[in-house]
């Protein structure tokens, strides 16, 4: 059955609205109309078995059928702050994130970030789309919301999770594994610097926040590895991948 994703303020009582994105794919791309059977995932964790009734130019309709609570979402809400990376790397890093379970990407601005970082409404809606696609591919019920870019002082000063702060930086004395806490947390972030690195006042500004700072092994990885790399290691531990949470 086709899947498409739609916005939690789309669902009002047993009707879906889809928007002109997803009803041109539905109706050009797949030729699917009134009648046909969809699922939509509401963005809030649900599948939602939808029979379309109406087809606009802009938007469609649909009737919902069945509602079934998602499993395809981690027990672990899990962030990654990622130093922004230029060309493309950063799409690559925010799908491979959204495969890997994270419910929000933060780019920042770190001292050797070396693109411009000013907001860009194009560039966020870019990355917004891309972590739509991969949330859509990899059967994910919820998208990732991508934080416009910030410094990395700025995200630090408001920041409000008390949940595990994890920093990968490749000149630290330890490895990772060894510093993390045995108890799983309901929450964690995962700092990773752009392709520069972290400068060690910053990995100081990270530890006095309270973060478990340590590295990855003997090689050093580009920041488009390290990151994911570090997702799959939170996940295995505290999450879901490998087949189930702990």
């Known amino acids: 059955m ?9 669902v009002a009582g047993d009707r879906v609205t889809f928007g002109a994105e997803e009803t041109r794919h539905l109706t050009r791309v797949l030729r699917l109309g009134v009648g046909d059977v969809v699922e939509a995932l509401d963005g809030a964790g649900t ?14 309709e649909g009737l919902v059928l069945a509602r079934t609570v998602s499993r395809t979402e981690s ?26 379970g ?23 809606a870019r990355w917004q789309k891309v972590a739509q696609e991969a949330a859509k591919q990899s059967g994910r019920a919820v998208v990732p919301r991508v934080a416009p870019p910030q410094r990395l002082g ?61 590295h990855l092994g003997s090689r050093i990885l580009r920041t488009e590895t390290a990151g994911p790399v570090g997702l799959a290691l939170l996940q295995a531990r505290y999450g879901d991948l490998g087949g189930g949470a702990p």
């Open 47 to 60: 599948m939602l078995t939808v029979r379309i009734e109406t087809v606009g130019r802009r938007a469609a």
């Open 102 to 124: 994270v419910t929000a990407v933060v780019p920042i601005a770190t001292a050797r970030t070396v693109v411009k970082v000013e907001e860009n409404a194009w560039r966020i």
């Open 154 to 214: 700025e995200w630090l000063a408001g920041r409000e999770s008390p949940g595990l702060l994890v920093c990968l930086w490749e000149a630290a004395m330890t490895p990772l594994i060894p510093r993390l806490p045995a108890l799983p947390p309901a929450h964690a972030e995962l700092v990773v610097g752009p392709e520069g690195g972290l400068e060690e006042a910053e990995v100081e500004a990270l530890e006095r926040a309270g973060a478990a700072v340590g």
């Open 75 to 100: 027990p672990l809400r899990l962030t990654l702050v990622q130093g922004i990376a230029k060309s493309d790397k950063m799409e690559g890093i925010i799908r491979m994130a959204t495969e890997l």
């Open 2 to 10: 086709r899947r498409f994703h739609v916005r939690p303020e789309d």
